[in-house]
């Protein structure tokens, strides 16, 4: 009976003790954050381009932080389950995770019926990677610039086939916004990711690829593959040929960020904290470095301007949307 | 070429040998356990080689590739139960080989031709990779369908004593394979507002539960029980196959290397497609292919030496133009960028002497699982002789282990149960399982491409036979589908005569 009262004033204590911490918890927890490893969250599976920038970044944030930064991938749909964790996780700072604009803010549209999560539930930190799009042709095409390519399809609505890699996608939505501005009908054929789209390119089997600039800046670099146009307002460096669609005349800008978030109801202290980790990995030259080998434009877009970013093509896209939805539904 | 003498160089190290030799463990490890994937073990690896120098970080990751490959024929083999796609047509032969006393022998001959296979598109790799990646890129849509109509053929050599049940397995993995997001239209098809089946319904779940987790109910049930038990009690059988039956297999090794290979440098085509192809053109090609699914060594010979031959396959785009030829070498790219190199041709120039130390290291490696794997075999029999009752739970913990670590789902995991009991009843009522995986695989192959093309062509059907290269493949499914009833026909207009 002794040991068992013991037992019930440990539970009685440690109950106390849990409500008492618990009363306490906003601010000790900013006050001493961070004392345990903090959960990445990655959308998308482990080596790909999301998933190595998040590692390489959760390296230089564990030497801000003092502790381990674990990626976890839960990737599926898109990026929507990763998500969808996000944002029912755990609001004290020890899940963060990597979201991916446009397709975040498109999802809750799109997907209206069955999407897992709202954008109301995710507060976006910092953009941190730009990636913008391009239109690229195989070296040896006959085309030369956008307006060839425009030539071509009014000429033969069905000579021109452009890849895309998922219908909705910051790919497509590019391309249809080109066509739009060029005042064309144009063929699209999907594939599955950066490798088949781009093998299917080199071999001759579509005429044009609509990717990113750090899906085709190898290629381009290598001569393999021509860029037609980058979507950005202006040139990029790492294919510093690549004429942008505005000096041709076609104001299209497109591409796909990536940019960390933390649950809606993280406490401003904490939210700070991770801010000013953010900002420093983002300026550390080594970091830098690290980015440029991989073709990565790092853009950075602090706090309330990201929450804006996110908001505004949130508004834009759903305008969009609205007039001609780009999914049957 | 001069840079290959610096390579051995450092892949002769102590720290090298040492990183591999853990490399190939943990990869056979990996292997064998039910849902933990080759791109799994890989991207686990990932992080560990953060800090560690480019050599050894690619070494530890091409040793951990292939000798997963390999560790999956293990289980498949001894328990029925095969780590990942690659070694379902592994199963088919070697399961009934352990379960008459002969899971040595299998192991043997698994391991063998899987030294075989992985030798000889290591080989292809570094003799020829650069001419050989242009093949990568030769192959359309319109290619890619037919290849997985061939896939599809193989369905008749796996269920050949019950072609009507291998077919209506076949129709309900074809059935599944439609489930998910259009990536054509961006319409959700029977996902019933399940995010997790977005991506259709995933491979690994249904495979884990389709054979692992059946395989688990059947050994708790005392009859069940009873396939292994008993039978498997003459463990002093061979280790080595008999050299009569190497020798019998040669041809097969070979042809099925050459298909591994090849099959391995297309993008997207998958490992099991190649073990499956390997597998019915073995059969096909045999005196004897009526024994094939009821233990034939030539079988297991077939399958491992394809899936190891892939290995080297998928290598060649992806380091020669920087596209990689599946899911674990995608990871694989991660894990070069990492360490500053950009897969493409720069890798042969600019990176030269760390690329061929890889290509070395991978050499080593197939070598070290063999003996590795030689060494264990008389071990590892002995999980035949666990009574049911215990390895069947144990199975049970691993799948919903490797299940639920496959992208942390708990969907997953329920998933694989269920079709745990559906796996347990087919066996039952004999409907092969292996159909409705191969169709599951190659349902997506087959509807993305056939739509690709028809998008490419405007609709125009004949795209298939005005292609030189789509026009040989469906001459070969014609022959491959046309053989067994020229055969049969032969034999009974023989019979006739005599």
């Known amino acids: 009976m002794k040991t068992q009262s013991r037992l019930a004033r440990k539970v009685v ?25 903090i959960q990445m969250i990655v959308a998308f599976g482990a080596g790909g381009s999301t998933d190595t920038m998040a590692r390489i970044f959760a390296k230089y944030a564990e030497e801000e932080l003092g502790q381990r930064v674990v990626v976890v991938n839960r990737p599926g749909a898109g990026g929507e389950l990763g998500w969808v964790h996000l944002a029912n996780a755990d609001p004290d700072g020890y899940t963060i995770g990597l979201i991916n604009s446009p397709a975040v803010e498109v999802y809750p549209f799109t997907r209206e019926d069955t999407v897992g999560y709202s954008l109301d539930e995710i507060r976006p930190l910092a953009n941190v990677i730009t990636d913008p799009g391009v239109l690229a042709v195989v070296a040896d095409s006959p085309y030369q610039s956008l307006d060839d390519l425009v030539a071509a399809v009014k000429d033969d609505p069905e000579s021109v086939i452009i890849s895309h890699e998922g219908v909705g996608g910051d790919d497509h939505l590019a391309a249809l916004n080109f066509a739009e501005e060029a005042d064309i009908g144009l063929s699209f054929v999907s594939y599955n990711g950066n490798a088949e789209a781009t093998a299917a390119l080199l071999g001759g089997h579509i005429t044009a690829f609509e990717g990113n600039m750090s899906e085709a800046a190898a290629q381009i670099q290598e001569g393999k593959a021509r860029g037609l146009a980058v979507w950005a307002d202006e040139r990029v460096e790492a294919i510093a040929d690549v004429p942008t669609g505005k000096e041709q005349g076609y104001d299209v800008q497109s591409a796909a960020s990536r940019g960390f978030a933390v649950p809606a109801d993280v406490p401003q202290e904490v939210y700070d904290t991770l801010l000013a980790v953010t900002r420093d990995v983002v300026d550390n030259p080594e970091f830098r470095a690290e980015m440029e080998q991989l073709n990565m434009p790092v853009n950075p877009i602090y706090g309330e301007e990201y929450v804006e970013f996110i908001h505004d093509s949130h508004d834009r896209l759903k305008a969009l949307w609205e007039k001609d939805p780009w999914v049957e539904q | 070429m001069d840079v290959l003498l610096p390579a051995l160089g450092n892949v002769l190290t102590p720290m090298a040998l040492l990183t591999l030799f853990l490399g190939t463990l943990a990869g056979m490890t990996i292997g064998s356990l039910p849902g933990l994937s080759s791109t799994m073990g890989v991207a686990l690896c990932i992080p560990i080689t953060f800090n560690m120098p480019p050599d050894l970080a690619l070494m530890l990751l091409g040793a951990v590739y292939v000798s997963s490959v390999y560790g999956g024929s293990v289980t498949a083999i001894l328990l029925r139960t095969p780590g990942t796609d690659a070694s379902i047509a592994t199963a088919l032969d070697g399961y009934p080989l352990a379960a008459a006393g002969r899971g040595g022998e299998a192991l043997g001959m698994a391991t063998l031709a899987s030294l075989f296979g992985g030798l000889f598109s290591v080989v292809v790799l570094i003799a020829i990779a650069p001419p050989l990646s242009t093949v990568a890129l030769a192959f359309g849509p319109q290619e890619y369908t037919v290849l997985a109509i061939f896939g599809l053929v193989t369905i008749v050599g796996v269920a050949s004593d019950r072609p009507l049940k291998g077919v209506l397995s076949a129709a309900v993995g ?116 009526e024994r094939f699914g009821k233990g034939e060594l030539e079988g297991v010979a077939a399958s491992e030496s394809a899936n190891n031959a892939v290995t080297g396959g998928t290598l060649i785009p992806t380091l020669t133009l920087g596209i990689p030829g599946n899911a674990v070498t995608a990871v694989f790219v991660g894990g070069l960028t990492i360490h500053g190199m950009i897969p493409g041709p720069s890798l042969f120039t600019q990176h030269a002497e760390t690329t061929y130390t890889l290509i070395l290291s991978l050499f080593l490696a197939n070598i070290l699982f063999a003996v590795l794997g030689l060494w264990l075999c008389r071990y590892l029999v002995v999980v035949t002789k666990v009574p049911g009752a215990v390895l069947g739970p144990m199975i049970l913990v691993f799948s919903v282990i490797g299940t639920y670590a496959l992208r942390n789902e708990v969907f997953d995991v329920w998933l694989a149960v269920a079709f745990g009991v559906v796996g347990f009843f087919m066996e039952r009522w004999r409907y092969p399982a292996a159909p409705l995986v191969i169709a599951l695989i190659l349902g997506p192959i087959l509807e993305v491409n056939f739509r690709r093309s028809m998008q490419i062509s405007h609709w125009d059907l004949t795209t298939f036979f005005t292609r030189p290269l789509s026009l040989t493949l469906c001459l070969l499914v014609v022959l491959a589908l046309a053989y067994p009833l020229w055969n049969q026909w032969r034999r009974r207009h023989s019979s006739v005569q005599h």
Not at chain 2, 210 to 239: D, H, T, Y
Request: aromatic content about 8%; charged content about 15%; glycine content about 12%.
């Open chain 1, 13 to 37: 204590l440690g109950a106390m003790a849990t409500i008492l911490t618990g009363g306490l918890s906003t601010a000790t927890l900013a006050a001493d954050y961070p004392n345990k490893p």
């Open chain 2, 174 to 289: 074809l059935v599944l394979a439609c489930v998910g997001l259009d990536t054509f239209t961006g319409m959700q098809r029977f996902t019933f507002g399940h995010s997790e089946l977005f991506e259709g319904v995933p491979l690994l779940p249904v495979l884990i539960g389709l054979f692992s987790v059946s395989q688990a109910f059947n050994l708790c049930v005392p009859e069940g029980g009873g396939v292994l038990a008993g039978k498997g009690q003459q463990l002093k059988g061979r280790r080595l196959p008999l050299w009569h039956d190497i020798r019998r297999s040669l041809r097969t090794l070979l042809r099925s290397s050459v298909i591994g290979s090849v099959v391995g440098i297309l993008p997207g085509a998958g490992t099991s497609i190649a073990s499956f192809i390997s597998y019915s053109e073995a059969r096909r090609h045999s005196p004897t292919p």
